[in-house]
Nanobody, 123 residues
Framework: QLQASGGGWVQAGDSLRLSCAAA????????MGWFRQAPGKEREFVSA????????YYAESVKGRFTISRDIAKNTVYLQMNSLKPEDTAVYYC??????????????????WGQGTQVTVSS
C-alpha cells in the first residue's frame, strides 16, 4: 500500500528527501506522516500532514530542519530532511490514518505502514 524510498548514507549537515507513494487514492481527511526507529529504541513520531488542507505537525527534535509535503496528484508524501545529525539515524516509516488530524497521528495507530527506509548519518 505504501512504498517508501529515498533513504541513504550521508554525513552530518547533509540533506535527504524521503518519498512515500500510496498505491491507491488517499482519502480526504486523512493524515499521512513519518515515524522513525533507531536501533534499540522505540518507534517515534517525526512529522505528519493533513492530506486535504496541508497543515503540518512536527516533533520538536526535527522542527526547523525537516519539512513534510504532499503531492495529491501523485498520492505521495515527502520528507525533506536538512541539517541532518547522527541522532537522526534510523529506519524511517511512512504511515497513513483516515479521518485524523496530523497532530493526532503520533498518538494513534495508523491504518497502514510503509516498509521503512534506512537513513544513516555519520559524524
Amino acid at each position: 500500500q505504501l512504498q517508501a524510498s529515498g533513504g541513504g548514507w550521508v554525513q552530518a549537515g547533509d540533506s535527504l528527501r524521503l518519498s512515500c507513494a500510496a498505491a491507491g487514492r488517499i482519502l480526504s481527511g486523512s493524515a499521512m506522516g513519518w515515524f522513525r526507529q533507531a536501533p534499540g529504541k522505540e518507534r517515534e513520531f517525526v512529522s505528519a500532514i493533513a492530506w486535504t488542507f496541508g497543515s503540518t505537525y512536527y516533533a520538536e527534535s526535527v522542527k526547523g530542519r525537516f519539512t513534510i509535503s504532499r503531492d495529491i496528484a501523485k498520492n505521495t508524501v515527502y520528507l525533506q530532511m536538512n541539517s541532518l545529525k547522527p541522532e537522526d539515524t534510523a529506519v524511517y516509516y511512512c504511515a497513513v490514518r483516515g479521518f485524523t488530524h496530523p497532530q493526532a497521528l503520533g498518538t494513534m495507530d495508523p491504518d497502514y505502514w510503509g516498509q521503512g527506509t534506512q537513513v544513516t548519518v555519520s559524524s
